[in-house]
């Protein structure tokens, strides 16, 4: 980080450990704040490589992380949550001590566990970041600065986490146009296994309850948009979500079961045939989430709620 003053880092290097569209947008939206000078990137695929120069979302493609690393004063680690591991061990010797290293990873504390096991002294570069936002569209094609306007991003610095680099990470995020919260690491997976992983875990499943079905295919056609709304986020990525999911194991599945009990209640009341309690638990959902919406500073908004978290 160059020191114009404590509080608007202006950095020299970014370097992007993959060119998807979280870190595509991310880099796209840094450029055009001008707080970065040079962008280098790395992905697996050559060809996604290239197509990220191709659309001036990076400057240079680097044939591996440590040689994007190299001198980096900025470092996003845009990978799925069970490629992080790989990427701290294979980024670690490359690493500045002075640098700052963000995830834009969906879970917390396995990308920490991950950190503290790869990256030894470096740990106090690493702030863990989670920006609530995203598309069910990945890859750098999609890519768009604008992705992170308006949207929340979640820090859960570390003990070790060094305070320029806490104080940096804030910046550069509200920056790209994110409003900012700090959390610590287990409230982070807590929260999100409720309000991100168990929705997209059942938007999965009524699919595939619905499709199990001999006329699934029938009833398909002729779904409208009230379907189309719910079952918005099941076209997302399996790879990405099979490792958060995976990742968030104990407190998905602690919310299963919380569901489980929602929904036998609405069981029990329409087996009971007991109207007026079906329309308390249907008015009870619907003014928590009229409330919801109208919430200021909530991370979604009524005109966008198509967003990736």
């Known amino acids: 980080m160059t020191s114009e003053s404590p509080l608007t880092p202006r950095f020299d290097k970014l370097a992007l450990i993959g060119c998807g569209l979280m870190g595509g947008s991310f880099a796209l939206a840094l450029r055009e704040a001008g707080w970065v000078k040079h962008i280098v990137g790395f992905s697996a695929s050559e060809k ?6 191709a659309l001036h979302v990076i400057d240079q493609a680097c044939n591996s992380v440590a040689q994007a690393v190299q001198d980096a004063d900025l470092v996003l680690l845009a990978v799925p949550v069970g490629a992080m591991q790989s990427s701290f061990e294979a980024l670690r010797p490359a690493l500045s001590a002075h640098a700052l290293l963000m995830d834009v990873g969906s879970t917390k504390c396995d990308v920490v566990t991950a950190a503290q096991q790869h990256l030894g002294e470096r740990l106090s570069c690493f702030v863990p970041a989670h920006p609530i936002a995203g598309k069910e569209l990945a890859g750098i094609d ?6 992170y306007q308006a949207r929340r991003t979640i820090l859960t610095p570390l003990p070790q986490t060094g305070a320029a ?10 920056a790209v146009g994110s409003h900012v919260t700090v959390m610590n690491p287990e409230d982070h997976d807590a929260t999100f296994a409720a309000v991100s992983h168990l929705p997209h875990l059942l938007a999965f499943a009524a699919i595939n309850a619905l499709t199990a079905q001999a006329q699934g295919d029938t009833f398909l056609q002729m779904a409208g948009p009230g379907f189309r709304d719910f079952s918005r986020i099941a076209a997302s990525d399996p790879a990405v979500w099979r490792d958060i999911l ?23 009341v329409l087996k009971q045939g007991d109207t007026a309690a079906l329309q308390h638990l249907i008015q009870q959902a619907s003014q928590v989430r009229s409330a919801w919406t109208l919430q200021a500073g909530n991370a979604c908004h009524t005109a966008s709620e198509t967003q990736r978290s």
Do not use: G, P, Y
């Open 142 to 147: 999609h890519a768009e600065s604008s992705l």
């Open 165 to 174: 680099q806490l104080q940096a990470a804030q910046a550069v995020w509200q």
């Open 246 to 268: 995976n990742a968030n194991q104990a407190e998905v599945l602690t919310q299963m079961a919380h569901f489980r009990t929602a929904l036998d209640a609405f069981e029990t």
């Open 48 to 53: 996604t490589r290239q197509r990220a120069v």
